[in-house]
């Protein structure tokens, strides 16, 4: 009998500032699909998968990509805010040896100046030179993720403290317009 086990994994990504080398921080380990033939390790799907999706030209702080691989599929998943970078996302996940099949469920965020105006603002609030958060757009750690939809802001990616969690999500809290913040920020296990 075979039992399939999903895997998520998310990335978040700046290519404003952000070297690539950082964008991998907030992972979840592989897991293992196991059948009548044995244990199949997904690692090096999951890796190549990783690999394009962060090596997408245009994809930041911005943007939040995850999938989920299940055997030989994947769903992508996340929010952007091109609907290029959605397609380009589908495209290069099917080219890779090994997937047969892809579901592109990531939502593309409504085109709003107002919208545009928040990213920059949280961004300039969470990431300005005197912040404890400065290390996070210098590529130390893995970045910020700011997901911005009719003004209500998500937080992704993974930070090193409780206090950097609570610190982000009051920075971006404060700014003009924002009408409500989630703290999706995971802290990184020691």
Known sequence: MKTKQKVTTFLV???LILPLASWAGDL????????????QDQR???G????????LPYFSVFDHLAFQLDGDEVRLLGQVTSPGLKNSAGRVVQAIEGVSTVVNDIEVLPNSPNDDQIRLAVYRSLYNRGSRLFPYSLGEYDAIGIIVNKGDVTLVGTVISESDKRFAFLKASGVPG?????????????
């Not at 979840?28 to 244990?39: D, F, L, M, Q, R």
């Not at 190549?48 to 090596?55: A, D, G, N, S, T």
Request: charged share 20%; aromatic share 2%; no cysteine.
């Open 13 to 15: 990504a700046s290519l």
């Open 28 to 39: 979840v380990p592989a897991k293992t699909e196991v059948g009548s033939a044995g244990i």
């Open 44 to 46: 090096p799907l999951e």
């Open 48 to 55: 190549k998968i990783r690999h394009e999706l962060v090596m």
């Open 178 to 190: 924002v009408f409500s913040v989630t703290n999706k920020l995971v802290v990184q296990k020691s």
